[in-house]
């Protein structure tokens, strides 16, 4: 990854708009900042939600909060507690997760 052309600063997240993205059960809610082609998230899945697709994205992703299990399309699955991350490169590993008690994330994708 080249990051180039991003001044310092800092980001309040409580300050970045919230989207709402419906899984195939319960919600998403991600507050993100673009820099250059780099995508950063705070996000938020509620209790209950399960992702609605396979997902092909590379991903550095940080479990804040909960706890997240994610299932590859192979069959592997893996569960994120607080303080633990994945990371999986793009067209690698086809992924989708859920949480039973909701989950917040900080993504680098």
Not at 35 to 58: Q, S
Request: glycine share 10%; with cysteine; net charge negative.
């Amino acid at each position: 990854m080249q990051m180039s052309d991003i001044p310092f600063g800092t980001t309040d997240w409580s300050q970045v708009e919230r989207t709402e993205h419906k899984g195939e059960r319960g919600m998403a809610y991600w507050r993100t900042r673009h820099f250059g082609n780099i995508r950063v998230r705070m996000v938020e899945y509620t209790p209950g939600y399960f992702a609605d697709h396979w997902c092909a994205k590379g991903h550095i992703l940080l479990c804040l909060e909960g706890e997240l299990h994610t299932e590859l399309e192979d069959g592997r699955t893996f569960t994120l507690k607080p303080g633990m991350s994945y990371q999986v490169a793009d067209d690698a590993e086809p992924h989708r997760s859920h949480t039973e008690i909701g989950a917040r994330l900080f993504i680098v994708d």
